[in-house]
Structure formats: structure tokens, C-alpha cells
């Protein structure tokens, strides 16, 4: 909270309060990429899902996620970071037009408060763990702290607190990993006494099978490519070069630092089966907890924290950035003066946060929680974007028709309007790619602004 605090100095703009000024260098981009979905989901949703289902079970995180990362720094970052953008809104405006923009930033916002309320539950629990205090009100503690610094500092305060935080996640994790594997008498030990299905990384042979596996790789490892979180932390490097760079170390960062939490979950099965839990989800917090030293238990749930803070701090501002950006500044037009433009970027966060703090009271699973919202993005915002940047017969209808049709398809196959045998996001993806192609042939006309 003093970092996010001091951190508002450098906020004089609306342009500092959501990219920090494009002024990031690599160390900074770099550990606030890593720390975008680090969060919840890997260290709680993952390793309950890992216990449960072996390494099939979390190819949508931490896998997922630094494909994701890896995918954008190959073919995304340099093209998007030329534009001068502010948001992903602005993206497709300088794509498709103003009002494919809108409708693109209309089906972005709503993902973000499952991303949100994910992170304030995961806060909730560890406060209820440590603490005793009630999932409300660890919840609404959580919101509070995270609304504090990032209402003040925007994305310099994301930026510089996620650097302390990386480094107290990656000393909390490998504390732990390294005294439980000391605890087993080795790493190799834990592996020789894990299920078989602990390291199974491919299916069977069966097509569903396969189905299932490309569709939990595509949820956030597709789904979180036009997402306004992972655009806001890389448009803010100070060059294209340096954004790049950034997200090749966070891809790499993600993956190895992501797999620790998998390790202590079941070193902890292995060497305390004793412990039993209604929620899965608190097996890490209750062995630290019950097994380990103080000083380690400060280690790591300080690492949780930390974990958890930055990736509620970068989803609050991502849709208050869109409201306030392609919705509400287009109202007025350039009428707006920055003190204004900031304190509209300021409410948006409160209603944001209030927003969230509702959906983590009437849903609490983690890992839904985060999948569902990605497979809103997968379905009708992937597509658009891809051809825009790469297929020179896109057009804005096609836009459209790949937008609404990709969605419309997806709720159909979801609520089981049309029954399916295949994912549903993976089928209503293929359905947003024939309407990209077909409202395209059908009705071409020339990009707006468009990319060479």
C-alpha cells in the first residue's frame, strides 16, 4: 500500500494512470507480465485440480498461460504496440471502425469480474485460514487494499508493486519446495511415491480426449490473447523490442515459477495424506499452517499475497480503463480535460471493485470462476483480431458477424440448446472464424488504419 502510495507521483495523466507512461523498462514489464495471472488460480485452482486430475487437469494454467504470453510476444506485441493504442478498444477502432471497437469493448468488460472475484476469494480463504475471519470478510478486506494502491497509482503502482512481489513469490515457493523436498529425503523420492497419472502430459488416443485436451490449452492459452489485462502491462515497456523481450521472460517465468506450486501440493498429499479438507483449495495454506516453521509461514503467505494483489490490481484496471476510454470519453468527444479523465478513471475502479466483490459472494470456485470468463474472449474477440492484424480481406462486417456469431454459437452450445460432442468454446471459436470468412468475402471493404 506505501509503494502504490508513493508510486502516485508519477501519475499526471490519464495516459500514466493506464500504461504508465509507455516508460516500463524490461525488469519491470517483465515481472508485471509474470504476475498477471499469477495469482489464485495457479497457486490454489491449479494445485487442487493437479491433486485431482494429474498434469491433464491444469493444461489451461499454468501451461495455458505462458503459451499465451509466448503466442502474444511472437505475433501480437509488435504489430498492436505500432498503433499507439491506449486500450485494446482502440485496437480494433484502428481495425475495424468505432463501432466494431464498442462492441468488442462492450464483450471484454465482463470477463474481467470473474477474473476479479476469483482473486478476492482466493484472498478471502487465506485470511480465513490464518486468521478466522469469514470468506465476506476477508473478501471485502482484500477489495480494499488492492482499491487503495491502484486507485491511486494506476499502472505505475501495478508496475512497481508487482516487482516486489515477483520477488516474494519466487523466494515463498521455492522455500517451501526446497524444505518439503528435504522433509521426503529428495525430489525423486516425492516422484517415485506420486500417482502415475501425476505426469501423464498427453491424452489417449481417443478424438474426445484430444478435444478436451487442445480445448483446456486454448482457454487461457487462446482466450487471454485479446485481453486488455496482459495489452495494458505490455504496451506500457518503453519500446516495442523491450515488450517483446518482456513477454518471452514472463512466458519462461510463468511456466517453471507456475509448476512449484503443483510440486508442493503433492509433496504435502505424499507426506501428510493425513490432512483432510472440504475444499481442496486450502490444502497449501492448512500445511504450511500445520507444518512448517513461523518464518516460513510469513514466507508464503506473503508470497500468496503478493501473488494474489497483483493480478487483482491489473484486472480492476483493465475494464476501467475500456469504460473510461471507448465508452465513456467518446461521449464527449476530446472535451475532457486529464484531471477529469482521471477521476472517471478512478469512479470506473470503485464500480468495478463493488461489482466484483458481489460475484466472489455468489460464486467461489477458482478455477471456474477464471476459465468461464476466458472463454468469453476465446469465442468472439481471438478471431477478429487475428485477421485484422494478418488477413488483408478482413473487413468490419466480418468483424461483426465473427463477434456476435462466435458468442450467440457459444451460449448455444453451453446451455445445450444445440448439443455437441466437442467443447463448446472450441466449437463456437471454429463458428467466429467461418463468420470472419464468410461476412468478410461477403461483404469486403478496405481496414481502417490498417497495418502493413
Given at each position: 500500500m506505501a509503494l502504490g502510495a508513493w508510486s502516485s507521483r508519477f501519475v499526471k495523466t490519464s495516459g500514466d494512470f493506464m500504461l504508465a507512461g509507455k516508460q516500463l523498462p524490461l525488469y519491470l514489464s517483465a515481472s508485471a507480465l509474470f504476475a498477471t495471472w499469477f495469482?489464485?488460480?495457479?497457486?490454489?485452482?491449479?494445485?487442487?485440480e493437479y491433486l485431482n486430475h494429474g498434469l491433464l487437469g491444469v493444461m489451461e494454467d499454468p501451461f495455458g498461460g505462458a503459451l499465451c504470453l509466448l503466442l502474444f510476444g511472437l505475433f501480437?506485441?509488435?504489430?498492436?504496440?505500432?498503433?499507439q493504442a491506449r486500450t485494446l478498444g482502440d485496437v480494433y477502432k484502428k481495425l475495424f471502425g468505432k463501432r466494431i471497437a464498442l462492441y468488442a469493448t462492450i464483450f471484454m468488460i465482463p470477463a474481467y469480474f470473474g477474473f476479479i472475484a476469483a482473486q478476492l476469494v482466493a484472498f478471502g480463504l487465506i485470511l480465513g485460514a490464518v486468521a478466522g475471519l469469514s470468506?465476506?470478510?476477508?473478501?471485502?478486506?482484500?477489495?480494499?487494499?488492492?482499491?487503495?494502491?491502484?486507485?491511486?497509482?494506476?499502472?505505475?503502482?501495478?508496475?512497481?508493486?508487482?516487482?516486489?512481489?515477483?520477488?516474494?513469490?519466487?523466494?515463498?515457493?521455492?522455500?517451501?519446495?526446497?524444505?518439503?523436498?528435504?522433509?521426503a529425503g529428495g525430489i525423486f523420492i516425492i516422484m517415485e511415491q506420486a500417482p502415475d497419472s501425476s505426469f501423464t502430459f498427453f491424452p489417449p488416443p481417443k478424438a474426445g480426449a484430444w478435444m478436451e485436451y487442445l480445448g483446456a490449452w486454448a482457454i487461457l492459452g487462446l482466450?487471454?490473447?485479446?485481453?486488455?489485462?496482459?495489452?495494458?502491462?505490455?504496451?506500457?515497456?518503453?519500446s516495442s523490442g523491450t515488450a517483446q523481450k518482456s513477454l518471452f521472460l514472463a512466458s519462461a517465468f510463468y511456466l517453471t515459477i507456475g509448476l512449484l506450486p503443483l510440486f508442493i501440493a503433492l509433496s504435502g498429499k505424499i507426506l501428510y495424506p493425513e490432512i483432510s479438507l472440504e475444499n481442496d483449495q486450502l490444502l497449501l495454506p492448512e500445511l504450511v499452517l500445520q507444518h512448517s516453521s513461523l518464518p516460513l509461514q510469513v514466507a508464503f503467505f506473503g508470497a500468496l499475497l503478493s501473488a494474489i494483489m497483483s493480478t487483482t490490481s491489473s484486472s480492476m484496471l483493465a475494464p476501467t480503463a475500456l469504460i473510461t476510454e471507448n465508452i465513456i470519453k467518446?461521449?464527449?468527444?476530446?472535451?475532457?480535460?486529464?484531471?477529469?479523465?482521471?477521476?472517471?478513471?478512478r469512479?470506473?475502479?470503485?464500480?468495478?471493485?463493488?461489482?466484483?466483490?458481489?460475484?466472489?459472494?455468489w460464486k467461489t470456485n477458482i478455477y471456474s470462476l477464471i476459465g468461464e470468463a476466458s472463454m468469453l474472449l476465446l469465442v468472439s474477440l481471438l478471431t477478429p483480431l487475428t485477421a485484422g492484424l494478418y488477413w488483408k480481406k478482413a473487413s468490419s462486417t466480418g468483424a461483426k458477424w465473427s463477434i456476435f456469431g462466435g458468442m450467440a454459437a457459444y451460449l448455444l452450445f453451453?446451455?445445450?440448446?444445440?448439443?455437441?460432442?466437442?467443447?463448446?468454446?472450441?466449437?463456437?471459436?471454429?463458428?467466429?472464424?467461418?463468420?470472419?470468412?464468410?461476412?468478410?468475402?461477403?461483404?469486403p471493404g478496405p481496414l481502417s488504419n490498417k497495418l502493413s
Open positions: 495469482g489464485s488460480e495457479t497457486i490454489f485452482g491449479a494445485s487442487s501480437f506485441a509488435k504489430p498492436i504496440y505500432a498503433m470468506m465476506e470478510m476477508g473478501v471485502m478486506i482484500s477489495a480494499a487494499i488492492v482499491l487503495f494502491y491502484t486507485f491511486l497509482g494506476g499502472m505505475w503502482a501495478i508496475s512497481i508493486t508487482d516487482f516486489v512481489q515477483t520477488i516474494v513469490i519466487v523466494v515463498g515457493l521455492f522455500w517451501l519446495t526446497i524444505t518439503l523436498s528435504q522433509e482466450g487471454s490473447i485479446p485481453s486488455q489485462d496482459i495489452y495494458q502491462r505490455s504496451m506500457s515497456a518503453k467518446p461521449l464527449k468527444y476530446d472535451r475532457w480535460s486529464e484531471h477529469q479523465m482521471l477521476w472517471i478513471l469512479i470506473c475502479l470503485v464500480a468495478i471493485t463493488l461489482i466484483s466483490v458481489v460475484l466472489a459472494f453451453y446451455f445445450e440448446f444445440i448439443p455437441i460432442p466437442a467443447p463448446h468454446h472450441l466449437a463456437a471459436l471454429a463458428v467466429s472464424i467461418v463468420a470472419m470468412i464468410i461476412g468478410s468475402n461477403r461483404y
